[in-house]
Each structure stands twice: as structure tokens, then as C-alpha cells.
């Protein structure tokens, strides 16, 4: 699989992480040096074998539904840039 | 040019747990603004979820009344987008191993008839916090609260053809996960919210045409309302010669517009990949088990039981006994009065007109089973008529007291002493002669309208409290007896 430069671009739109001009051809490269490995890996016949969903072979503890949490928002709201009652004042976003 | 209409719904169902899916964070709904939010609900750095067994129970609870298969190793996935209420920068959720696989539901029409629509799978997911865009200086203001909150979204097949079924389905599901306890159906704080997938296509087609979600309906009527207004845009489109863009709509409940909220193509692309915080979860054999033999009545076998058992008909049935908080109301008060069908005509007449009057639900009704019950056992014992009980319900609506308090306080009791009812009778048949004489000369077919004005008469002597069913047996026997 190649990646080109709009896969790039793309990506790095989706993650919201600005790459500068210069930067693209190297990241194109990097990355596509990642996915030659990832080919290599789809080389191997994994014919009969279920996906994994995680690299450890264990099961997920559950907890019981009991509140164990206190209030801490002033603590929280002390390392926030904004507050205003109560609440985190973020960049106006409407979609 | 006829048209076919076809509609999948998904639907976020707030689970009534007392902590978030992945925190030991209250979610008590209406606390002050971020003070239910931990720091793993903020996603803080070093922090690890970990996963709520009572929403794992709640889900398979589902499962399990829908009639579908439950997965047994059951996977959460990183769904990847960026928006302020979402402070991980991507919402837990379930997409290839969901906890319930494929089941369904079966609905009744107005008409009767009944339809299977079938459920696709539903997952469990984290519920996002609230943006507020009130103006806070130019910025928007942010509450955690609600994130971590836990869902379950059922996704249906496209197996709806019209808003009616939309609606019935969407009420049934209401009517399955409040039965089962598993949410409080409360809609207007949004513990259910619906997103509707509706897509046009011309009658015989096979192809479903494309199609457009309108997302976060919190209430059936809206839901019937954006259903209703989207498919004759999409109608009027295609018969312009236009095409239907794959797009998520927002509808306006106070302007009954709805406008595009963002098209697909921009849109997202959401990444997902298996949560390396979150080890597969296996549900084994003996919960299943266990949940199964302790799930609580549904609503179609309490349908059944409420016809058989009470000898209610069908359709008063399904009103009483497809919303949960009813049907304990229907059956409490016929546990006190042991009339099913007065208990019934009084719930389902004068209770629920003065109910929807003040847009409210049985849950909130400020007259209690128990007391509806006491009120019916006071009609069924003669002591008051039913025009009284009008009387007595607003009493006791308006928080006079009990019924007999009420019934004492007003001073409601009816005469039902014969001998009292036969002097009015008396008096009023001798103070309208000229009515009496054209009693006596008319003919069989005219007298039962006559009538009328006698009962009328005595009942007004009376000031009401006579027993109208006793003043019509006398008249009727005074009145024989003049002929």
C-alpha cells in the first residue's frame, strides 16, 4: 500500500495536527515506510485466525454501579484557562 | 408519481445506572454544573476507564426482551472526532462486537394490524457532555456532567415505510426499556433521543433511495413532525429534477424548519480502532441466564394479561398497558376499588384530559393511584354520583385532602334515601302539570326525549346530589302510574 501526499494532508486535517510545507514529503515518507512494514505483516496466512482485539490475553474486570467520585471541580477549574459559572469556556463552537 | 417512504431509526437510550459507564461519577441528573465530572470523565492524563457491570446487565436486559443474541465477548472501539464535550477527543462506543446482536420488535398500527421491524444490533457507548452557546463573552461554556453517561443505541433496519410506524416503534422501545427498568423515559431530560434515517423511492423500486439522518429528536411528536416535513422536501427535490445529498439535519421543534447540519462529504471520517484501554468483555452463560429468568413483564405479555385478567378490550389494553408508570397506575387503583373498568374509563377519560391539559404524565399526577381507587369506591357505593366524582378528582387534584376528605369538605354526599327522592319527584311533577299532561298525550317514541326535562328539574331541586339512577327509576314509576 503507498500513501500520497493528499492521504497526508488528509490525516493531518483529521487530527487536527499542522504539518508545515517542508515537513509533507518527509512525513509521506516516514509513514509509508510504516505501512511497507504493515505489508509485510499482511503477508503472513492468518487464514482461520480471529482478529485480536487486544495484545493481552485477559478479560476485562467490571465494577459495581456504586459512586466512589466526590465533587472536585474546584480543584479541575483551577487549571482551566476559563471558567464562568461552573462551567469551561472553550472557543464558541457551533456546527 | 407515487412514493414510498423508508425510515431506520437509531435510538440513544440513557441507561438508569448511578454511575458513568467508565468512572464512579454520580449521574444523577441536575447537579450544578461539573461537579459530577472526575478525572477520568475529564480525561485527564494517567487516568484509565474502568467498565460499569450494572450497564453491561442493563444492555443484555435488552438483549434479551428484544430476543436477540448477546455477544459474549463483547469489544469497545475509539470512535475519533474532536468537538469540546468530548474531552478524550474520541467517545468509547462499540462498533464490530456489540453486546446485542441482530433481534426485534413487533409493533400495532392504528388500524390493528401488527408489524415486525428488526433491530440491527444495539451497542453500549458513552454519552458526550452538554455545550452551552448562551453567550459567555464570545465563547461557549462547557458541562461534563452528562459525559460518561451510559448509552445503549439500538440501531433498526430500514423496515419503516411511514411516520406512524416510526412513531409506534419508537414508543414501543420506550414502552420495553422503561418496563425493564433500565431507563427512566424520561424525554424531555433526554434519556431517550432519536435520529431518523429517511430516505424516498418510487413505489416498486428496489433500490433505497438516498438518504438523510435527522438527529436528536427528543419527543414522539417532533419525531412525526421532522418525518412529515422531510419527505415532502425530498419528494419535492426528486420531482424538480434535483438530488437528495447524504446529509444530517437538524429539526426546530418552535420554527417546525429543519436545516443541513453537515454533509457527508466533508464529514467525518471517525478512525475507528479497538480501545488498548479497555480488555475484550466476556459475558458468560450463567448472567445471561440469570438476567433472563428475572426480567420483569413486557409490555406484549402484559397487553395479553391485561385482556385476559381484567377483561379489558384491546385497545384499552395497549393504552394502559404498553407505558410502564401506567399500567402499575391502572392496576393499584384497581387493587382498591376492584373495578378494572371503571379504573380504566377514569384513567384513560378524566385523568388523562386533565394530565394532558398540564402536560403531564401518569408519573407525575398529583392525584395517586390509591386515591383514584378511593374515589371509584365511593361512586361504586352510591355515595357520590359520577358528576360529583368530577368534582372530587379536582378536589383532590388541586391537594384538598382524599377523596372523603374532599367529598366532606364540599359537602358532595348524594341522597339516595328513597323516601328524600320521592318528595323531589313529587314536587316537581306537581309544579310542571301543563309538561305532565304533555307527557300523558304523547305518544311512546317522544316520552324518553321528555324525560329528560323532569330529571333535569329534580336534579337541579336536588342541587345535584340526588342519585340520578334512583330519580330515574321513580319518575318513571310515578310517572307509569299517571298514565
Not at chain 2, 406512524?164 to 434519556?191: P, R, Y
Not at chain 2, 417532533?222 to 420531482?239: N, P, S, W, Y
Not at chain 2, 437528495?244 to 417546525?256: G, P, S
Request: charged letters at 25%.
Amino acid at each position: 500500500m503507498t500513501i500520497e501526499r493528499a492521504d497526508i494532508e488528509k490525516l493531518a486535517e483529521l487530527a487536527r495536527i499542522r504539518i508545515t510545507e517542508e515537513n509533507i514529503a518527509a512525513t509521506t515518507r516516514s509513514l509509508g515506510n510504516v505501512l511497507q512494514l504493515v505489508d509485510q505483516l499482511q503477508a503472513a496466512d492468518t487464514t482461520g485466525i480471529a482478529p485480536m482485539a487486544h495484545p493481552l490475553d485477559a478479560v476485562q474486570r467490571l465494577r459495581p454501579d456504586v459512586v466512589s467520585e466526590s465533587d472536585q471541580r474546584e480543584a479541575f477549574q483551577a487549571i482551566a484557562p476559563a471558567t464562568e459559572n461552573g462551567l469551561y469556556l472553550v472557543p464558541k463552537v457551533i456546527e | 408519481m407515487s412514493w414510498e417512504t423508508v425510515i431506520g431509526l437509531e435510538v440513544h437510550v440513557q441507561l438508569a445506572t448511578k454511575t458513568k459507564i467508565f468512572s464512579g461519577s454520580s449521574t444523577a441528573f441536575g447537579a450544578a454544573p461539573n461537579t459530577q465530572a472526575s478525572a477520568v470523565d475529564l480525561a485527564m492524563p494517567g487516568t484509565l476507564p474502568v467498565a460499569n457491570e450494572q450497564a453491561f446487565r442493563y444492555a443484555i436486559m435488552f438483549g434479551l426482551a428484544i430476543d436477540a443474541e448477546i455477544g459474549k465477548t463483547s469489544v469497545f472501539e475509539r470512535k475519533n472526532y474532536f468537538y469540546p464535550d468530548l474531552p478524550k477527543g474520541y467517545q468509547t462506543t462499540q462498533l464490530a462486537k456489540p453486546i446485542v446482536g441482530p433481534g426485534h420488535v413487533d409493533i400495532q398500527l392504528k388500524d390493528g394490524s401488527h408489524k415486525r421491524v428488526r433491530i440491527h444490533h444495539a451497542h453500549l457507548e458513552e454519552d458526550a457532555g452538554k455545550s452551552l452557546h448562551e453567550d459567555f463573552h464570545g465563547m461557549s461554556g462547557i458541562d461534563l456532567n452528562r459525559a460518561g453517561t451510559p448509552l445503549i443505541e439500538i440501531v433498526s433496519e430500514p423496515d419503516m415505510r411511514n411516520a406512524e410506524e416510526a412513531v409506534a416503534f419508537a414508543k414501543k422501545l420506550h414502552s420495553i426499556v422503561t418496563s425493564l427498568g433500565i431507563c427512566d423515559g424520561n424525554m424531555s431530560q433526554g434519556s431517550m433521543r432519536f435520529d431518523v434515517n429517511i430516505s424516498v423511492r418510487k413505489k416498486g423500486d428496489e433500490k433505497l433511495g438516498t438518504r438523510t439522518e435527522t438527529k436528536n429528536l427528543n419527543s414522539f411528536k417532533f419525531m412525526e413532525e421532522a418525518i412529515a416535513l422531510e419527505v415532502e422536501r425530498q419528494i419535492d427535490v426528486i420531482e424538480d429534477g434535483g438530488k437528495i445529498l447524504q446529509e444530517t439535519r437538524l429539526y426546530n421543534a418552535d420554527t417546525k424548519t429543519a436545516r443541513s447540519m453537515r454533509s457527508k462529504e466533508e464529514a467525518n471520517d471517525y478512525r475507528y480502532f479497538p480501545c488498548p484501554d479497555l480488555l475484550p468483555v466476556v459475558i458468560d452463560d450463567a448472567t445471561i441466564e440469570q438476567l433472563r429468568s428475572t426480567l420483569p413483564e413486557l409490555p406484549d405479555a402484559r397487553h395479553k394479561r391485561f385482556v385476559e385478567q381484567y377483561g379489558l378490550s384491546d385497545y384499552d389494553a395497549g393504552v394502559l398497558g404498553d407505558d410502564a408508570t401506567m399500567a402499575h397506575y391502572f392496576e393499584a387503583a384497581t387493587k382498591v376499588c376492584g373495578d378494572a373498568k371503571l379504573a380504566a374509563n377514569w384513567i384513560m377519560g378524566e385523568l388523562s384530559a386533565r394530565l394532558n391539559g398540564e402536560d403531564k404524565t401518569i408519573g407525575d399526577s398529583p392525584v395517586s393511584a390509591v386515591q383514584l381507587g378511593q374515589m371509584i369506591l365511593r361512586i361504586k357505593d352510591n355515595t357520590i354520583s359520577n358528576k360529583m366524582a368530577k368534582e372530587v378528582l379536582q378536589g383532590v387534584w388541586t391537594g384538598e385532602g382524599d377523596p372523603d376528605t374532599v367529598i366532606e369538605k364540599r359537602g358532595l354526599k348524594q341522597v339516595s334515601d328513597s323516601g328524600a327522592i320521592e318528595a323531589l319527584v313529587a314536587d316537581v311533577l306537581a309544579a310542571n302539570s301543563a309538561q305532565v299532561d304533555n307527557y300523558r298525550s304523547a305518544d311512546d317514541s317522544k316520552r324518553p326525549k321528555m324525560i329528560g326535562f323532569f330529571v333535569g328539574q329534580i336534579m337541579k331541586a336536588s342541587k345535584g346530589q340526588a342519585n340520578p339512577q334512583q330519580v330515574n327509576e321513580i319518575l318513571l314509576k310515578k310517572l307509569n302510574e299517571l298514565i
